[in-house]
């Protein structure tokens, strides 16, 4: 089966300092994706990015990055000088190819950024 | 933009009545979830289709909740009879052929309630 954690359960930073949140999976399948959505006060999940296992090249998206990596099991997503407006809950959640192809999402960590 | 739709934003209700919540998933999605969010928790599949198919519904509590999507396009989740411990938010997703590595869109999500 199939698991995410998320160990931060919340996290406060001020505004531009640069944050880390981190994941951590577990599957037994050799193709699998990963995915992070942000989850504002409003409560939409609203997709941020996609990752399969073949692909570890890390990525950048203006302000966020990705970083994937299959030998510690590890997605870890950094906000670069944080604003207010990143102030929400970040789940972190994979999907596998056999078996239940839905999300298995991690419990979440909320990120508070204080002006 | 294309968005899932959802109603109602939100539900208060007494235990022991029947709640039900819509969905409209993107058009042309062939694949409806359906994920409830306990509070401080991330979600957890309820229900998955595949055009008007249940493909997963392990995680159904099938005494009480029932879900269709009887022309494969929208759907509706109900509850009879609501208990306390459903309070939770109720989720709503869409993706276009069900396929693990395919980007889950979601709704806005219904906020229920149960005093």
């Known amino acids: 089966a199939q698991k995410v954690t998320q160990a931060q359960t919340e996290i406060s930073v001020v505004e531009k300092e640069d944050v880390t949140l981190d994941c951590v999976y577990e599957?037994?399948?050799?193709?699998?994706?990963l995915f992070w959505y942000k989850q504002p006060p409003s409560g939409e999940l609203v997709f941020l990015i996609r990752?399969?296992?073949?692909?570890?090249q890390n990525e950048i998206s203006g302000r966020y990055s990705w970083n994937f990596q299959k030998s510690t099991s590890s997605f870890n997503f950094t906000i670069t000088a944080s604003q207010v407006v990143d102030s929400a809950v970040y789940f972190c959640?994979?999907?596998?190819?056999?078996?239940?192809?839905?999300?298995?999402f991690g419990s979440g960590t909320r990120l508070q950024v204080q002006p | 933009e294309a968005e899932v739709a959802q109603s109602p934003r939100y539900k208060i209700t007494e235990k022991s009545q029947a709640v039900a919540f819509w969905c409209d998933p993107i058009?042309?999605?062939?694949?409806l979830y359906w994920y409830r969010q306990i509070l401080g928790q991330g979600p957890e599949l309820l229900v998955q289709?595949?055009?008007?198919?249940?493909?997963?519904d392990s995680q159904l509590p099938k005494d009480r909740f029932s879900a269709e999507r009887l022309k494969g396009v929208d759907s509706t989740l109900k509850i009879q009879p609501a208990e306390l411990g459903d309070s939770a938010m109720y989720l709503c997703?869409?993706?276009?052929?069900?396929?693990?590595?395919?980007?889950?869109?979601f709704g806005p999500g219904t906020r229920l309630l149960v005093l």
């Open positions: 997703a869409s993706s276009l052929g069900g396929a693990a590595r395919e980007t889950q869109y």
């Open positions: 599957t037994r399948d050799t193709t699998y994706y």
């Open positions: 990752r399969n296992s073949f692909d570890e």
């Open positions: 959640a994979l999907s596998q190819d056999t078996g239940r192809r839905a999300l298995t």
């Open positions: 058009s042309g999605h062939a694949t």
């Open positions: 289709f595949q055009d008007e198919s249940v493909v997963d």
